[in-house]
C-alpha cells in the first residue's frame, strides 16, 4: 500500500531546505548505487556525511517522530538517515528494487529496509516528468506530491523515477525498519488505528467501546512486534 503524508513540512520549512540545498555541492548519485543499480542511475545527491545533509536529516527526524500519522503507518524502529538527490537534465533512476539490508553510516549495525520514503522539496509544477512509478498489486501508480509531502511504500516494490525533462526534481529519501515486519499486518494496525482516531475525533461513540478498539489495536501490535 501507497501511504501519502500531506505536509511533513510546512512552507517555510520547504522554502529554507532549498535555500541551502540550492546552494550545495552535489555528487554524482551513481557514487552509491549498487553495481546493479548503477547501470539505471543518473541523478546528483548530497554528500551524506556533509554537515548539511545531517542537519536537514536531523530537523526531518524530528518531523517525522512528531507525526503521528507517520508513527502509525510505518511504526519505526530504526530510520535510515534521511539521503538528498537532485534530478534535472534529463535525470533518472531505472526500474529497481531497493537493497533489502542497509549498513547505517557510522555504525555497526545494519537496517533490514521494510519502508521506503521520498519526501518532495520541489513544487510539482517546477518541473516536468520525475514521476516515482511504483509497481503494486493493482499496478504500476505515478506519485508526484506537493512540496513538503510524503509517499511511503514496500520497499520491496519495483520503481523508477522517470527523466526530468525540464526543471529539477528535489528530494529527500530514506528506508524505515519497522517494528512490524509483514505489509498486511502493519496496514491493518493502521487502518485499525486510523478508524479509532476518527471515532474519536467525531464523538459520540462511548468511552468504553474505543477503550476495546484501542485494546484489539494493543494486542494485536504485542502478537506482531519485533523489538
Ligand atoms: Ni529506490
Redesign the pocket.
Known sequence: MLIVIENLLSAEEVTRFRQHLDQAQWEAGSHSAGEVARAVKSNLQLPDEGELAIALGNHLLRALAQHPQFVSAALPKTIYPPKFNRYADGGH?GV?V?SAVMQLPGRRDSLRTDL?ATVFLSAPEDYDGGELMIEGQFGAQAVKLNAGDMVLYPSSSL?QVLPVTEGARVCSFFWIQSLVRDDSQRELLYDLDQSIQALRAAGGTPHDEISRLTGIYHNLLRQWVET
Request: without cysteine; proline residues 0%; negative net charge.
Open positions: 533512476y529497481h531497493d521506503s520503481h
